[in-house]
């Protein structure tokens, strides 16, 4: 029946009308196989997506569950080791060296415990952004205080417009985002080499960079960093664990912002910027308030 009536309508069209009609028809069956092939296409796409959504919080809930477990143990150590420290007597030269070591490397393994478990805290949505008016020079004196063991002595540089607006941001996470930068920068470039600071601000953004004279950023992989247990070994020292830069990533995305890097171009170096939303201050209040 249809099938049919389909030959003798084809039959038809094909005696009649063969050539223009032909070609209609033939434009017609184009598109539809287009828009079957594009539905097709973002069917595979949201599938795709799902499994990489499901494979991210069963990554998460793992490294938080381990690193949970860890959390305990670690402070134990930790806690021995400065105890005997502090109690030590007797001891020779080297034995005071195998303390210190122990505990140096207890600290950085709890330090990067801590790391896994706010990366996972940021991902999986359980953290709420607490915003707050701050200046930025605040933040700074903040973050550079954080930083100060790594960045022993290290010369530090700022140049920020006069009329910097206030950001609006949660504080704590800001914070850690610029201590993330800053403590980055002091590990990738020699230690006599100054640490920049600029930010300046269009009419729809804030814009903040960091400036080290260092090794810069392989080419191609300026992306790459930015995700979590990216590692990019220095020519000197051992670098971080991968997480700073992919924590950063994630608080600017909370806020609504943006972050990348560049290498610099007369001379060596990286420059880290991120941006953050501009929003209209708050009215300020009147005299005697």
């Known amino acids: 029946g249809e099938r049919a009536l389909g030959v003798m309508m084809l039959s038809d069209l094909d005696l009649r009308r063969a050539p223009a009609d032909w070609l209609r028809f033939l434009e017609t069956?184009?598109?539809?196989?287009?828009?079957?092939?594009?539905?097709?296409?973002a069917s595979l796409q949201r599938t795709e997506a799902d499994v990489r959504l499901r494979v991210e919080q069963l990554q998460n809930a793992l490294l938080g569950a381990?690193?949970?477990?860890?959390?305990?143990?670690?402070?134990?150590?930790?806690?021995?080791?400065?105890?005997?420290?502090?109690?030590?007597?007797?001891?020779?030269?080297?034995?005071?060296?195998?303390?210190?070591?122990?505990?140096?490397?207890?600290?950085?393994?709890?330090?990067?415990?801590?790391?896994?478990?706010?990366?996972?805290?940021?991902?999986?949505?359980?953290?709420?952004i607490k915003k707050e008016w701050v200046p930025l020079e605040d933040l700074l004196v903040s973050a550079r205080d954080q930083v100060k063991a790594v960045c022993t002595d290290r010369p530090f540089q700022t140049r920020i417009s006069k009329d910097l607006p206030l950001f609006r941001v949660d504080p704590q996470l800001m914070v850690q985002v610029l201590t993330n930068l800053v403590e980055n920068a002091c590990k990738y470039s020699p230690s006599d080499r100054a640490i920049e600071?600029?930010?300046?601000?269009?009419?729809?953004?804030?814009?903040?960079?960091?400036?080290?004279?260092?090794?810069?950023?392989?080419?191609?992989?300026?992306?790459?960093?930015?995700?979590?247990?990216?590692?990019?070994?220095?020519?000197?020292?051992?670098?971080?664990?991968?997480?700073?830069?992919?924590?950063?990533?994630?608080i600017i995305e909370l806020h609504g912002g943006r972050i990348w890097v560049r290498n610099?171009?007369?001379?060596?170096?990286?420059?880290?910027?991120?941006?953050v939303p501009r929003e209209t201050e708050p009215p300020m209040p009147p005299d005697g308030d």
């Open 66 to 128: 381990v690193s949970h477990d860890l959390r305990t143990p670690l402070a134990g150590v930790l806690g021995t080791a400065t105890t005997l420290q502090r109690n030590a007597q007797g001891l020779t030269a080297d034995e005071h060296d195998l303390l210190e070591n122990i505990r140096e490397q207890t600290q950085k393994m709890e330090h990067t415990v801590d790391r896994i478990l706010h990366m996972a805290a940021l991902q999986s949505g359980r953290l709420n």
């Open 29 to 41: 069956v184009a598109r539809l196989i287009a828009v079957a092939l594009d539905s097709a296409q």
């Open 197 to 250: 600071l600029e930010a300046y601000a269009n009419d729809a953004e804030i814009i903040v960079c960091v400036i080290d004279h260092g090794f810069g950023v392989p080419p191609g992989r300026e992306e790459e960093i930015f995700t979590r247990f990216s590692q990019i070994k220095p020519p000197v020292g051992l670098g971080g664990s991968g997480l700073g830069l992919a924590i950063c990533a994630a």
């Open 264 to 275: 610099r171009v007369a001379v060596r170096g990286a420059v880290f910027c991120f941006s």
